[in-house]
T-cell receptor, first 115, second 109 residues
Framework: IAGITQAPTSQILAAGRRMTLRCTQD?????MYWYRQDLGLGLRLIHY???????GKGEVPDGYSVSRANTDDVPLTLASAVPSQTSVYFC??????????????FGAGSRLTVL | GQNIDQPTEMTATEGAIVQINCTYQ??????LFWYQQHAGEAPTFLSY??LDGLEEKGRFSSFLSRSKGYSYLLLKELQMKDSASYLC??????????WGAGTKLIIKP
């Protein structure tokens, strides 16, 4: 089934640990995004990639890094997790970033708890 | 700054009609989106408006007024499965999506 696969589904980790959230898409979309969603707040963009080999910072990039070595994968890394990074993380993709009508397709999300 | 406002929560009755409003202030405008998100699931696309007026898609319609910075999502013949959060998002001049916090819609029998 075409779409976006995220892993892990959920994870509990200790503060200070390194964590990588994985995201893979099979729709050959150019643009990929990482969002976090917290209660009472809208989706907030962490990092984005308009095409393979390029990345950019979103609204809340601090403490996160992202890479885009190929079209399909965009792992998100927390170098040293802190409790404020407890959230639900969504990966998304779209055909072309600079197009008004492009619809985002979301992965199922990764629930991360940092203790 | 950029801002999207929508009510936090609304309650409606099965079979009725509900209108969810969204007002926005953004730097530039390249379209407005509505997404539906059931609890514990990913958002899914409902509608896209870039020109003023009403877009109808089955039981769901979305309206846009760019001069007023205003949109609404109209849900008719409400069903229990429509219980979800509805997210309003605007693409700004840099084609970045600005998201509202979402409206949780509760449907009662």
């Amino acid at each position: 089934i075409a779409g976006i696969t995220q892993a892990p589904t959920s994870q509990i980790l200790a503060a200070g640990r390194r964590m990588t959230l994985r995201c893979t898409q099979d729709m050959r979309h150019n643009a990929m995004y990482w969002y976090r969603q917290d209660l009472g707040l809208g989706l907030r963009l962490i990092h984005y990639s308009n095409t393979a080999g390029t990345t950019g910072k979103g609204e809340v990039p601090d403490g996160y890094s992202v890479s885009r070595a190929n079209t399909d994968d965009v792992p998100l890394t927390l170098a040293s997790a802190v409790p404020s990074q407890t959230s639900v993380y969504f990966c998304a993709s779209s055909g072309q970033a600079s197009s008004g009508a492009n619809v985002l397709t979301f992965g199922a999300g990764s629930r991360l708890t940092v203790l | 700054g950029q801002n999207i406002d929508q009510p936090t929560e609304m309650t409606a009755t099965e079979g009725a009609i509900v209108q969810i409003n969204c007002t926005y202030q953004t730097s530039g405008f390249n379209g407005l989106f509505w997404y539906q998100q059931h609890a514990g699931e990913a958002p899914t696309f409902l509608s896209y408006n870039v020109l003023d007026g009403l877009e109808e898609k089955g039981r769901f319609s979305s309206f846009l007024s760019r001069s007023k910075g205003y949109s609404y999502l109209l849900l008719k013949e409400l069903q229990m499965k429509d219980s979800a959060s509805y997210l309003c998002a605007v693409k700004d001049s840099n084609y970045q999506l600005i998201w509202g916090a979402g409206t949780k819609l509760i449907i009662k029998p």
